[in-house]
Nanobody, 129 residues
Framework: EVQLQASGGGSVQAGGSLRLSCAASGLTSDDYAVGWFRQAPGKEREGVAC????????FYADSVKGRFTISSDNDANTVFLQMDSLEPEDTAVYYC??????????????????????WGQGTLVTVSS
């Protein structure tokens, strides 16, 4: 059984930082892509960042570029999302998702919900002004 678990959320003031983790288990291969999505109250889920474990390529939404960094600890089967200079607009439930044997070739593709096969339950990030 494939499982993804997102953790590391919390409450911070604007300008603060958080580091989210996405731990994967049950995957039969390390050839997969992992994406981070977020969903704010009353809004649709949107793509934030993505990393390909095959080639190491990363993608970022314009709204977080320069502030968020996605990385992978392959030995621990964990993907991280380092979030710096947080803004109230970043408040949302953050989800991680994974898909095996597929390499995203564009931001638009990496941010498509249907691209991914597995999803975690999400972790809440609250940023106050």
């Amino acid at each position: 059984e494939v499982q993804l678990q997102a953790s590391g959320g919390g409450s911070v003031q604007a300008g603060g930082s958080l580091r989210l983790s996405c731990a994967a288990s049950g995957l039969t291969s390390d050839d997969y892509a992992v994406g981070w999505f977020r969903q704010a109250p009353g809004k649709e889920r949107e793509g934030v960042a993505c990393i390909s474990r095959r080639d190491g390529n990363t993608f970022y939404a314009d709204s977080v570029k320069g502030r968020f960094t996605i990385s992978s600890d392959n030995d621990a089967n964990t993907v991280f999302l380092q979030m710096d200079s947080l803004e109230p607009e970043d408040t949302a439930v953050y989800y991680c998702a994974a898909v095996p044997f597929v390499v995203p070739t564009s931001l638009a593709r990496a941010a498509t919900i249907d691209f991914y096969a597995y999803w975690g339950q999400g972790t809440l990030v609250t940023v106050s002004s």
